[in-house]
C-alpha cells in the first residue's frame, strides 16, 4: 500500500508539472496532435504493472480477475471516452483540476459518481444486454518466472512505445 501510495505522489507530481489536468492537453491528446500525455500513460502503465507484479510475487497484492464481458467493456468504453472529449479530463486529471478549484471537474465528478450508482443500482435489469459472460481470462501463468517474462516484455514493450511517440512530430499549419 505504501508503494502504491509514493506512485500516485509521484505520477501525480509528474502530471501536474506536464499540465496534464488541462482541457487542452487532453484534447490535444485525443486528437493526436501532441504525444506527451500518451508517452507519460505509457510509462505509468508499464511502472505500474512491474510494481504490481512483484507485490503480487511477494504476497502483498492479491490478483482479482473479473470475468470478460465484451458488449459491457465496450459500451463502458464509449461512455468513459465521450465522458474524457466533453469534459477535457479523465479521472485522475479531473481530480487535479477539482484541487486547483476548476467547477467543470467538479461536475464532471459529480456526473461520475452519479453515473456509476445509477449501473449499480440498475445492473440487475440491464446485464442480459451486455452480452455473454466469457469467464475470467487472464495470462497469468502458474510459474512466477513465466509471468514475470510475460510481465517483463510488456512493460518493455510500453516503454519503447513511449519511446517511439516520443520521436513523432505532428506537423504544424505554416503560419502567415
Not at 21 to 34: G, H, P, Q, R, V
Not at 72 to 100: D, I, Q, R
Request: proline fraction near 5%; aromatic fraction near 10%.
Amino acid at each position: 500500500m505504501i508503494i502504491a501510495l509514493i506512485c500516485g505522489i509521484v505520477f501525480a507530481l509528474v502530471a501536474q508539472y506536464a499540465r496534464l489536468n488541462t482541457f487542452d492537453k487532453i484534447i490535444s491528446a485525443a486528437l493526436l496532435s501532441e504525444t506527451e500525455v500518451a508517452q507519460i500513460l505509457l510509462w505509468a502503465v508499464a511502472v505500474s504493472s512491474l510494481v504490481f507484479f512483484i507485490e503480487h510475487a511477494l504476497g502483498m497484492a492479491p490478483l482479482s480477475v473479473k470475468p470478460l464481458n465484451l458488449v459491457g467493456v465496450s459500451l463502458g468504453g464509449v461512455v468513459f471516452g465521450v465522458g474524457v472529449a466533453v469534459l477535457g479530463y479523465c479521472p485522475g486529471t479531473m481530480l487535479m483540476a477539482m484541487g486547483e478549484g476548476n467547477l467543470d471537474a467538479l461536475s464532471g465528478y459529480a456526473g461520475g459518481l452519479l453515473a456509476g450508482a445509477a449501473y449499480t443500482v440498475f445492473y440487475p435489469a440491464i446485464s442480459p444486454l451486455l452480452g455473454p459472460d466469457y469467464g475470467k481470462l487472464s495470462l497469468h501463468f502458474d510459474s512466477i518466472y513465466a509471468t514475470g517474462c510475460l510481465v517483463l516484455l510488456y512493460a518493455a514493450v510500453l516503454i519503447g512505445l513511449a519511446g517511439l511517440l516520443g520521436r513523432y512530430k505532428t506537423p504544424t499549419a505554416a503560419q502567415p
